[in-house]
């Protein structure tokens, strides 16, 4: 039977616009240091770290191989290092399934991601497209969004009013994360007025530019004691890649989040959506809310504008970190997810935190208009 997985420790920096004054792997080194301090980890060959997941990007890193310069500060020039070069919650399943198979006790896990380095991170995203006839077209995942965004508001109902609702909510829910990129309150009229940026997406219905970087601490239920009296055990994990073409792939609905959220519901014994007690899901731009709960089924197909109006995401517990919205790497955005979840389950969340709560979902997303998800469920 495979072993129970837990997270023991969790570290992170501030999310913040631009972080010129540190490279990659000081923003590292702080959160390597601070897991080493939580819980003595170390490198022995018996007892010790003997793998470690990075997450990071050549692109946005500006050089090839993008690992090669972290692993000496994560520790990795003494055992084992993997890459994750998707959003990093697939790290988390990697090495959630490389302990449940046996091959580690422990695993080390840490991501960055610098957008601010480079000329413009759409260029970046036009690199994901096919080279001979959609990336000449100029296609990144911000008008690949707007090609989103209004198939499903659309189909669903959304308004701009709707997408400004999120927008301050996201803002207000990001004020008591002390860790959340630090942005301006903002009202229905500011959204409503700031610049159109890939028609019908604003300025403010887009997450801005974000640098970042996180740790965290993997271990088998056999020795979770030695790190922590208080383990968030990771019970399910999905995922599911959309087709490559925009063409070929509805839009206003993701199939491969529903598979991804199935999957990781069955894994962790048969829940579903409602067995959930909050959910943090990975919305880089204000529709995708709204969208990815019907994805994982908190919604019904084409019920995203009622949910809204009826209050759900404050009645459901969604994105009490400010998701992704607020601000996170594209790189790391399901990592933020599954840390907020992380801090809501032990009771460490502050002031934003969530009552009763036994069950959390995270989600993460990578590719143009959702081609790629990933679902985590995690309980206390």
Same mark, same amino acid.
């Given at each position: 039977m495979a072993r129970r997985v837990a997270i023991c420790a969790a570290a992170q920096i501030r999310n913040e616009a631009n972080i010129w004054y540190q490279r990659f792997q000081g923003m590292l080194l702080e959160c390597f240091e601070s897991l080493v301090d939580q819980t003595g980890l170390t490198f022995d060959m018996e007892t010790g770290v003997r793998n470690v997941v990075t997450c990071s990007d050549d692109v946005f890193d500006a050089r090839t191989i993008s690992d090669n310069g972290m692993t000496d500060v994560v520790g990795?020039?003494?055992?084992?290092?993997?890459k994750m070069a998707q959003d990093g919650l697939n790290g988390l399943g990697y090495a959630m399934a490389a302990i449940m198979s046996g091959h580690d006790?422990?695993?080390?896990?840490?991501?960055h991601c610098k957008e601010s380095q480079s000329e413009s991170r759409h260029m970046c995203t036009n690199l994901a497209f096919e080279p001979f006839f959609t990336r000449?077209?100029?296609?990144?995942?911000?008008?690949?969004?707007?090609?989103?965004a209004r198939a499903y508001m659309t189909r669903a109902g959304l308004t701009e009013d709707h997408l400004a609702e999120v927008v301050v909510?996201?803002?207000?829910?990001?004020?008591?994360?002390?860790?959340?990129?630090?942005?301006?309150?903002?009202?229905h009229q500011e959204v409503a007025a700031s610049p159109l940026l890939a028609d019908p997406l604003r300025e403010l219905h887009f997450y801005p530019v974000t640098d970042w970087a996180v740790g965290m601490l993997l271990c088998c239920e056999e020795r979770v004691h030695e790190f922590t009296d208080k383990p968030v055990w990771l019970t399910g994990f999905g995922s599911s890649m959309d087709s490559y073409f925009l063409g070929e792939r509805d839009l206003a609905f993701s199939t491969a989040l529903q598979q991804a959220a199935q999957r990781a519901f069955k894994m962790a014994g048969?829940?579903?959506?409602?067995d959930v007690d909050l959910f943090e899901l990975n919305d880089a731009a204000a529709y995708q809310m709204p969208l990815w709960a019907e994805g994982? !089924? %908190?919604?019904?197909?084409?019920?995203?504008?009622?949910?809204?109006? #009826? @209050?759900?995401?404050?009645?459901?517990?969604?994105?009490?970190?400010?998701g992704m919205l607020n601000g996170n790497p594209l790189m790391l955005g399901g990592l933020a997810r599954a840390l907020e979840a992380f801090y809501q389950l032990r009771g460490e969340?502050?002031?934003?935190?969530?009552? !009763? %709560?036994?069950?959390?979902?995270?989600?993460?997303?990578?590719?143009? #208009? @959702?081609?790629?998800?990933?679902?985590?469920i995690m309980e206390n």
């Open positions: 990795a020039h003494y055992r084992g290092e993997e006790d422990l695993v080390l896990l840490l991501g000449p077209l100029g296609l990144d995942f911000l008008s690949a969004g707007g090609l989103q909510r996201s803002r207000r829910q990001a004020a008591a994360n002390p860790f959340a990129r630090e942005n301006a309150a903002v009202t048969g829940v579903d959506a409602r994982i !089924g %908190l919604v019904p197909p084409g019920d995203g504008a009622r949910w809204l109006d #009826a @209050g759900g995401p404050d009645r459901h517990q969604v994105n009490r970190s400010g969340a502050d002031d934003r935190q969530a009552d !009763g %709560l036994k069950r959390a979902l995270a989600h993460g997303t990578t590719g143009p #208009a @959702g081609q790629h998800h990933a679902v985590l």
